[in-house]
């Protein structure tokens, strides 16, 4: 099954630049739907970004034209600002496509990361 590690979270001041990674194992099937979600205190996990297997990527409103990830899994950060601060999960589906309905919906994933911290103040 796949196994996922997130890395490159930490501290950063409003404005700044952050990216994480997610180093993904355990699959062979070409079909990998890659997503990354946050989670802050008190807050229900979000989907912040998702790409498809054929390198379609998606976005929510909030992180639009700051965030872009690519097809190594990395998800870079730009502008970034206070309510940014969350822990942030990478998710995998392999074996199939999530329609795009449903790639920022956490339901659609499998297999989960165990989080990065990303502070803004």
């Known amino acids: 099954h796949v196994q996922l590690v997130e890395s490159g979270g930490g501290s950063v001041q409003a404005g700044g630049s952050l990216s994480i990674f997610c180093a993904a194992s355990g699959y062979t099937d070409k079909t990998l739907c890659m997503g990354w979600f946050r989670q802050a205190p008190g807050k229900e996990r979000e989907g912040v970004a998702a790409i498809d297997s054929d390198g379609s990527t998606s976005y929510a409103d909030s992180v639009k034209g700051r965030f872009t990830i690519s097809p190594d899994k990395s998800l870079q950060m730009d502008n970034l600002k206070p309510s940014d601060t969350a822990m942030y999960y990478c998710?995998?589906?392999?074996?199939?496509?999530?329609?795009?309905?449903?790639?920022?919906?956490?339901?659609?994933?499998?297999?989960w990361g165990q989080g990065t911290q990303v502070t803004v103040s």
């Open positions: 998710a995998a589906a392999a074996g199939r496509e999530i329609p795009a309905a449903q790639i920022l919906s956490a339901k659609a994933y499998d297999a």
